[in-house]
């Protein structure tokens, strides 16, 4: 039980990775407020599957691009459960096109969920979050890429990777704050209009010769939360099977 007492937010908790890490961390004894933007049936999902496990979590709905919805989660979070502990940057939207396709639309929905609501949920943290807390940030290991249809997403998850770096500087009280970047991971964001042959082909681009499962994300974030990660901050994590 590594988070025994412990209070976790996740955004982007419905599904995918992110329903993977509140389901893990509620195992591992943490209360977890599993947070949603539109997808309210699936977080009730994540919920009830914690508590049919013996867990403690309940479902906030917050879009993570407004700031007062966001000031909101944190205080519904406090007043449920007295304090958070930890902060899990999850939520976000990638859209796959070559850059001269993207429309502005494609460019604001990007950085809004991606950037700003990073910016937005780092900002409460650092009046909220408890001492000796831990905050981590999901970006991507397409950073250190150049793959073709994925500049705008790249780019805003480049943006989280800095913040990071420089906040981890910033906030203090013994709060570490760190990136973990998947690699390609088996989720409905991922796989949603892709072909065989390109699943097949990014699954060989790794040393493993598959996709990512969302447990395998989840398993390196239970470390980063937990005090056994303590001295590393302020770094980005692959976890990619030797991808990049």
Do not use: C
């Not at 977080?43 to 599957?49: G, Q």
């Not at 939207?93 to 700003?116: A, C, G, H, P, W």
């Not at 290991?141 to 420089?166: G, I």
Request: charged share 25%; aromatic share 6%; hydrophobic share 40%.
């Amino acid at each position: 039980m590594k988070l025994e007492s412990k209070v976790i937010i996740v955004t982007g908790a419905s599904r995918g990775i992110g329903k993977e890490i509140a389901i893990l961390l509620a195992k591992n004894g943490a209360s977890v407020i599993v947070n949603h933007s539109n997808s309210e049936d699936e977080a009730k999902n994540t919920v009830e599957t914690i508590l049919s496990n013996g867990g403690k979590a309940i479902a906030v709905k917050a879009d993570v691009s407004d700031e007062i919805q966001v000031t909101e989660l944190f205080d519904q979070a406090i007043k449920t459960y007295g304090k958070v502990d930890v902060l899990i940057n999850n939520a976000g939207v990638m859209v796959s096109k070559k850059l001269k396709d993207n429309t502005q639309e494609d460019f604001s929905r990007q950085f809004d969920i991606n950037v700003k609501g990073v910016f937005n949920t780092l900002k409460e943290a650092d009046a909220k979050l408890a001492d000796n807390g831990n905050i981590i940030n999901i970006s991507s290991s397409t950073v250190k890429l150049m793959f073709p249809t994925y500049s705008l997403y790249s780019a805003s998850k480049a943006a989280v990777e800095q913040m990071t770096r420089v906040f981890s500087k910033e906030i203090g009280r013994g709060i570490s704050v760190n990136a973990l970047a998947p690699g390609a991971t088996e989720t409905d964001l991922f796989m949603k209009g892709k072909s065989q042959e390109t699943i097949d082909k990014l699954s060989s681009m790794n040393a493993f010769n598959r996709l990512a499962k969302p447990i395998d994300i989840a398993r390196v974030a239970l470390f980063l939360a937990s005090d056994d990660s303590k001295w590393i901050s302020g770094q980005v994590i692959g976890a990619n099977g030797a991808l990049v």
